[in-house]
């Protein structure tokens, strides 16, 4: 089994930054790809940004391109998403989360993190 757990939300200031970490743990962790989640009140869960797990090839939602970078450091089984220029409307519980293949859903899922934006 495998145990996603991510860290480094709070409140932020809009225009601020935050770094958050997702670190995995458990079995031999070899994943196709890593993604960023993130759920605001009232509204679904919604995709942020990707990372192929070997590769390095990223993927971001139109709302978060320009000034999110997800990144991953395979050694630490650590995926990270630097949100920079952040804005009220980024305020959401973020989730990361990994899955063994291309063609199935995400498997394993983060317990969330809450990041507030002020403005």
């Known amino acids: 089994q495998v145990q996603l757990v991510e860290s480094g939300g709070g409140l932020v200031q809009a225009g601020g930054s935050v770094r958050l970490s997702c670190a995995a743990s458990g079995r031999t962790f070899r994943p196709y790809d890593m993604g960023w989640f993130r759920q605001a009140p009232g509204k679904e869960r919604e995709f942020v940004a990707s990372?192929?797990?070997?590769?390095?090839?990223?993927y971001y939602a139109d709302s978060v391109k320009g000034r999110f970078t997800i990144s991953r450091d395979n050694a630490k089984n650590t995926v990270y998403l630097q949100m920079n220029s952040l804005k009220p409307e980024d305020t959401a519980v973020y989730y990361c989360a990994g899955r063994a293949a291309m063609t199935r859903p995400y498997d394993y899922w983060g317990q969330g993190t809450q990041v507030t934006v002020s403005s």
């Open positions: 990372i192929i797990w070997s590769a390095g090839v990223t």
